[in-house]
């Protein structure tokens, strides 16, 4: 497995012996999470990492108890929940079982194993660990059939030992997840994974490229050998994702640093950089200054001319200079909007989607007294949200999110690809939210989104917005009011019933009159300070006689002054 920090390729050994003698920390600064690097000391010998090589050649070397015990007590101390064991091979480390059961006592929330399965596949071995707590198992499966998996790991019978562990964890309800580093020994097998997930209960399976400089002191022969073309990967990952969506769609399947533009039909499987994420090393008794761990791993990535037409191109980094080296960049298909639109009829990039039509809405100012305060993208989740202030009007959300959207907040304005949704802030004034919302619909509707279908009535969404102190009053006085109605005595006219109202908060009481006269007295939450908390109307019913209805609306009103 490689994850060796900022290993260089060609002959910096040195670099390589450092970080097999050191403990590499990698601090999570939004996620709180940690990944601690016991040593490079490895079983397998994989075409792509590292670790294998310096086994190999006698460098490698583990790492004692005493300096992962301090960087665990660190880390914890400093807020971190989430913990990854990683090597080399971690379960092959002396300081491995101490440092778990280390992890395990300071209450780390969740724990992580990163294992190639050289031992778990001895079912006592996994009862071991098990007994110590509940953890997340990250296997190294490098091929998605024994064939591949081992030819990449250099070690007969290495698929076996992992799926007997995967087999046995399976039995105890473990979460299994997977890793693999595509090359030229497997990419061909990619469409093997979803059976294998589905077989052996797999939650996630994360793919990522071959790193150049993360491959150990390699010649540019063998790197070349080793790496094939990104247009070549292509079939294989469709077929791959595709039988994953027929075998397994609840499995997390994601693939690191490959061209968005290859496989724009999911590109929504596709991602570069990660969380947040600090390097950390330890030195001595101390950790060294930290480094963000992406920004040193797109540092050998760059963007040809041909991504500036693209929309992926802002959450890309482009190829790795080693790559372009090889095999220059004419693959890059730059995918336009337009493009966008016809392979993405889920709108899984709904955010990329809606951008063109919030340009030409917002092009015009929000009417007074609101102004654009914020206006936040979330690609993952597919909401774009706007943040307003108000002045005394208060401060209001708008979101955007696909109509399907899971999780996402009521739209109340419906168009035929996209929902506007209003979340005020306690206090805001409804009724200038309301028409703040209005606002934006008729701008996204002039931009090109469609008619907008109201989907919530104006007033129900003044009376939903109002203050909590302000409601409560105006619920209080219309119960009073309504037991006034309820106890008036108009002649010919009788007292129905009482029910919500369907178009508003509030209360219709309705009175029968002679023949199938109607009558509804409507009273609703007003959210206006300067206005009554309720206001007073009527319906009447059809065919009811106006002027015999006047008589008895003026003597429900009367009971109600009196």
Same mark, same amino acid.
């Given at each position: 497995?490689?994850?060796?920090?900022?290993?260089?390729?060609?002959? #910096?050994?040195?670099? #390589?012996?450092?970080?097999?003698?050191?403990?590499? /920390?990698?601090?999570?600064?939004?996620?709180?999470?940690?990944?601690?690097?016991?040593?490079?000391?490895?079983?397998?010998?994989?075409?792509? =990492?590292?670790?294998?090589?310096?086994?190999?050649?006698?460098?490698?070397?583990?790492?004692?108890?005493?300096? /992962?015990?301090?960087?665990?007590?660190?880390?914890?101390?400093?807020?971190?929940?989430?913990?990854?064991?990683?090597?080399?091979?971690? @379960?092959?480390?002396?300081?491995?079982?101490?440092?778990?059961?280390?992890?395990?006592?300071?209450?780390?929330?969740?724990?992580?194993?990163?294992?190639?399965?050289?031992?778990?596949?001895?079912?006592?071995?996994?009862?071991?660990?098990?007994?110590?707590?509940?953890?997340?198992?990250?296997?190294?499966?490098?091929?998605?059939?024994?064939?591949?998996?081992?030819?990449? @790991?250099?070690?007969?019978?290495?698929?076996?030992?992992?799926?007997?562990?995967?087999?046995?964890?399976?039995?105890?309800?473990?979460?299994?997840?997977?890793?693999?580093?595509?090359?030229?020994?497997?990419?061909?097998?990619?469409?093997?994974?979803?059976?294998?997930?589905?077989?052996?209960?797999?939650?996630?399976? #994360?793919?990522?490229?071959?790193?150049?400089?993360?491959?150990?002191?390699?010649?540019?022969?063998?790197?070349?050998?080793?790496?094939?073309?990104?247009?070549?990967?292509?079939?294989?990952?469709?077929?791959?994702?595709?039988?994953?969506?027929?075998?397994?769609?609840?499995?997390?399947?994601? $693939?690191?640093?490959?061209?968005?533009?290859?496989?724009?039909?999911?590109?929504?499987?596709?991602? #570069?950089?990660?969380?947040?994420?600090?390097?950390?090393?330890?030195?001595?008794?101390?950790?060294?200054?930290?480094?963000?761990?992406?920004?040193?791993?797109?540092?050998?990535?760059?963007?040809?001319?041909?991504?500036?037409? =693209?929309?992926?191109?802002?959450?890309?980094?482009?190829?790795?200079?080693?790559?372009?080296?090889?095999?220059?960049?004419?693959?890059?298909?730059?995918?336009?909007?337009?493009?966008?639109?016809?392979?993405?009829?889920?709108?899984?990039?709904?955010?990329?989607?809606?951008?063109?039509?919030?340009?030409?809405?917002?092009?015009? !100012?929000?009417?007074?007294?609101?102004?654009?305060?914020?206006?936040?993208?979330?690609?993952?989740?597919?909401?774009?949200?706007?943040?307003?202030?108000?002045?005394?009007?208060?401060?209001?959300?708008?979101?955007?999110?696909?109509?399907?959207?899971?999780?996402?907040?009521?739209?109340?304005?419906?168009?035929?690809?996209?929902?506007? %949704?209003?979340?005020?802030?306690?206090?805001?004034?409804?009724?200038?939210?309301?028409?703040?919302?209005?606002?934006?619909?008729?701008?996204?509707?002039?931009?090109?989104?469609?008619?907008? $279908?109201?989907?919530?009535? !104006?007033?129900?969404?003044?009376?939903?917005?109002?203050?909590?102190?302000?409601?409560?009053?105006?619920?209080?006085?219309?119960?009073?009011?309504? %037991?006034?109605?309820?106890?008036?005595?108009?002649?010919?006219?009788?007292?129905?019933?009482?029910?919500?109202?369907?178009?508003?908060?509030?209360?219709?009481? @309705?009175?029968?009159?002679?023949?199938?006269?109607?009558?509804?007295?409507?009273?609703?939450?007003? %959210?206006?300070?300067?206005?009554?908390?309720?206001?007073?109307?009527?319906?009447?019913?059809?065919?009811?006689?106006?002027?015999? !209805?006047?008589?008895?609306?003026?003597?429900?009103?009367?009971?109600?002054?009196?």
């Amino acid at each position: 497995m490689t994850h060796g920090g900022q290993a260089a390729a060609g002959g #910096h050994l040195d670099k #390589h012996l450092e970080e097999a003698r050191e403990v590499a /920390v990698f601090e999570g600064a939004s996620s709180a999470q940690i990944e601690i690097q016991l040593g490079h000391v490895c079983n397998n010998r994989c075409v792509f =990492c590292v670790s294998g090589q310096l086994t190999e050649q006698g460098l490698a070397r583990s790492i004692p108890e005493d300096p /992962v015990f301090a960087t665990l007590e660190a880390a914890r101390a400093r807020g971190a929940r989430k913990l990854t064991f990683l090597g080399g091979e971690p @379960t092959l480390q002396k300081s491995f079982l101490p440092a778990l059961r280390k992890a395990v006592d300071l209450g780390f929330e969740e724990i992580v194993i990163f294992t190639n399965g050289v031992k778990t596949r001895r079912p006592e071995y996994i009862d071991q660990i098990v007994r110590l707590g509940r953890f997340t198992w990250r296997f190294s499966i490098q091929g998605g059939n024994a064939e591949a998996h081992d030819r990449v @790991t250099g070690r007969v019978g290495a698929f076996q030992r992992i799926v007997d562990g995967m087999a046995h964890l399976k039995a105890l309800g473990q979460d299994i997840t997977a890793n693999m580093c595509i090359n030229e020994l497997s990419y061909r097998s990619l469409p093997d994974y979803p059976a294998l997930a589905a077989e052996y209960g797999l939650r996630q399976l #994360h793919i990522d490229m071959i790193r150049p400089a993360d491959a150990g002191a390699r010649t540019d022969a063998y790197l070349r050998d080793i790496m094939p073309r990104y247009a070549d990967m292509a079939p294989f990952i469709a077929q791959m994702l595709e039988g994953f969506a027929r075998l397994a769609p609840e499995v997390d399947v994601n $693939i690191g640093n490959y061209p968005y533009c290859l496989v724009p039909e999911w590109a929504h499987k596709v991602h #570069h950089d990660g969380e947040a994420t600090m390097t950390v090393a330890v030195d001595g008794d101390q950790l060294s200054e930290p480094w963000d761990k992406y920004t040193s791993k797109r540092s050998d990535k760059r963007h040809p001319a041909a991504c500036d037409g =693209c929309v992926f191109k802002p959450q890309c980094n482009g190829l790795f200079d080693k790559y372009r080296a090889f095999y220059g960049d004419d693959e890059v298909r730059p995918v336009t909007r337009a493009r966008l639109a016809q392979v993405d009829r889920a709108q899984r990039f709904f955010v990329l989607q809606v951008e063109p039509l919030l340009e030409a809405a917002l092009a015009e !100012a929000a009417p007074a007294p609101w102004r654009l305060a914020e206006l936040f993208r979330n690609t993952r989740d597919r909401r774009v949200e706007l943040r307003f202030s108000g002045g005394s009007a208060g401060l209001t959300t708008l979101a955007l999110t696909p109509p399907d959207a899971a999780g996402a907040p009521e739209p109340v304005v419906a168009f035929e690809r996209l929902g506007l %949704s209003a979340l005020p802030d306690p206090g805001a004034d409804a009724e200038q939210v309301v028409a703040l919302l209005g606002w934006l619909a008729s701008r996204l509707a002039a931009a090109g989104a469609g008619a907008p $279908i109201m989907r919530v009535p !104006a007033p129900e969404l003044v009376a939903r917005w109002t203050t909590p102190e302000r409601l409560e009053r105006a619920r209080a006085r219309i119960l009073r009011l309504t %037991s006034k109605l309820e106890r008036a005595r108009v002649p010919l006219w009788s007292y129905e019933g009482a029910r919500p109202l369907d178009d508003g908060l509030g209360t219709g009481v @309705t009175f029968a009159g002679p023949r199938a006269d109607r009558v509804e007295v409507r009273l609703s939450v007003q %959210s206006d300070p300067a206005r009554p908390p309720v206001a007073i109307g009527y319906r009447l019913g059809d065919g009811t006689d106006e002027a015999g !209805a006047r008589q008895a609306l003026g003597a429900l009103m009367a009971a109600l002054r009196g």
